[in-house]
């Protein structure tokens, strides 16, 4: 059936249920598809339907699929694949307490707009079913690949549990203030004045977290620059550089521009140089800082070949936020269960500790190299610290205080979920 001819409740099913398809199985990123998908509706309150219905199918997997496995005789798999993500969609619905008409007839009209009038029927008698009887419960290690969920507990064997449950729930959202518009508390007295709930966390110095999360175009001060979307983990990397005024850094892995927006927020007279290799992800930078008014020598770039990009001036401080497996932000991106594979965490152990090398020699002496990443495994992190100490003897380990995580004796780590965080590592080396 042709989307303008649907009624928005079916669209929205319809729409979520082909994200699913193809994230599912067919390898394709969340992040891209749903960007791909959403513009084809016009109602902001769709939209977030469908990704609100396509985020929980995706923490939910492991679960909605033992409930296939109970209710059916044969899952749906093959050219069914797309039936498979129909009822996950359905049963996400039920998990966010959609009301039970609306829901189980949308899902089943958006059967028949997929050309599976067929199993329309089956479709009703299975959501019927969950409504009935719920959801089974399953173990949340049921949702990463055994590898994965095996280095987890490898390398966090006391955190294990916690780690899965907290990659499973959604994240708070959290907003950086922007100095330049005033203090964190008079952004506090603006939600406040807004009835919006907020709170703050000591150490994360401009960092406010949200009770509910709300469209970022609804949240007072950010189509003006005055706030940013950022989790606080990702905040406190500015504090672990902690940089002097005006000093001249290098953000050696900056697109979507971030941590870059952060340090120059606080501090415009920064001499700031942002590159990414990937030349569509600095177009996204770009609308980043303008938005924020920013003015940033962003360039495309591979950052592990200075010849091809550096002017031979050494840096005070250089930042590498390496590309990682992303495992300890999965609650912001389940599809990373998914698509990562194991021969993955080799490939970028080689590329960060090769960035970590070519780029050691662009540090004047007494100046810091920060190496943060999203992941929660040793080896993209401490043991890549630790290899590059043992090879690098103008490298020292400089401490960080307890408000960045457990201490790894080679950088430190917060795992998911602590103190509302997304999981992060920070490691801070000085050239001696
Ligand atoms: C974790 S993300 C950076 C996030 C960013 N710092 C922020 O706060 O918004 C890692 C980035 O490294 C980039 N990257 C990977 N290999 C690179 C290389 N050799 N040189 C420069 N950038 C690289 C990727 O394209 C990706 O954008």
């Known amino acids: 059936m042709n989307a303008s001819r649907m ?10 249920t082909r994200v699913l398809d193809v994230v599912l199985h067919r390898g394709r990123s969340l992040k891209a598809t749903l960007a791909a998908a959403l513009p084809a509706l016009a109602d902001p309150r769709d939209r977030a339907l469908v990704e609100a219905i396509v985020f929980t199918a995706l923490r939910q997997q492991a679960r909605f699929d033992a409930a296939l496995a109970l209710w059916l005789d044969k899952p749906p798999a093959g050219r069914d694949g797309e039936l498979r993500a129909l009822l996950h969609a359905g049963f996400a619905q039920w998990e966010l307490g959609l009301p039970a008409h609306a829901l189980v007839a949308a899902t089943v009209d958006a059967a028949r707009a997929l050309g599976r009038p067929h199993q329309a029927g089956l479709v009703n008698a299975i959501l019927r079913r969950a409504q009935r009887e719920g959801l089974p419960e399953v173990d949340a290690a049921a949702a990463w690949p055994q590898w994965l969920a095996e280095r987890i ?32 508390d008079d952004y506090l007295q603006r939600l406040t004045d807004a009835g919006i709930d907020a709170s703050v966390l000591p150490g994360a110095a401009d960092a406010i977290q949200l009770a509910t999360p709300l469209p970022v175009h609804d949240v007072p001060g950010f189509d003006a ?89 050494r840096f005070d401080a250089i930042l590498i936020d390496a590309p990682c497996s992303a495992t300890g932000i999965v609650r912001r991106q389940p599809d990373v269960l998914l698509h990562r594979r194991e021969a993955d965490i080799a490939a970028l152990n080689k ?71 997304d999981g992060f590592f920070y490691a801070r080396l000085r050239k001696a």
């Open 225 to 313: 620059g005055t706030v940013s979307v950022q989790d606080a983990a990702a905040q406190r990397v500015a504090d672990a550089l902690s940089l002097a005024k005006g000093a001249r850094v290098l953000d050696a892995c900056a697109a979507p521009g971030g941590k870059t927006a952060h340090l120059l927020e606080r501090d415009p007279t920064l001499r700031l140089t942002a590159l990414d290799i990937d030349p569509r992800r600095v177009r996204r930078m770009q609308d980043t800082f303008a938005r924020l008014g920013l003015q940033v020598d962003a360039r495309a770039a591979d950052a592990a070949q200075p010849a091809d990009w550096w002017d031979g001036k």
């Open 7 to 16: 009624s928005p409740g079916v669209a929205t099913r319809v729409a979520a």
């Open 351 to 421: 590329i960060q500790s090769e960035l970590m090398d070519a780029l050691w020699p662009l540090l004047i002496p007494g100046g810091k190299l920060v190496y943060a990443t999203c992941s929660i495994l040793a080896a993209e992190n401490a043991v890549q610290v630790q290899t590059f100490l043992e090879r690098t003897p103008d490298a020292v380990l400089q401490s960080l205080d307890a408000g960045f995580g457990h201490d790894t004796g080679f950088g430190h780590q917060r795992l998911p979920g602590e103190l509302g965080m």
């Open 153 to 184: 507990r490898q390398d966090w064997p006391g955190d294990t549990d916690a780690i899965f449950a907290a990659s499973a729930q959604a994240g708070p959202m959290w907003l950086r203030v922007n100095p330049r518009d005033g203090s964190r």
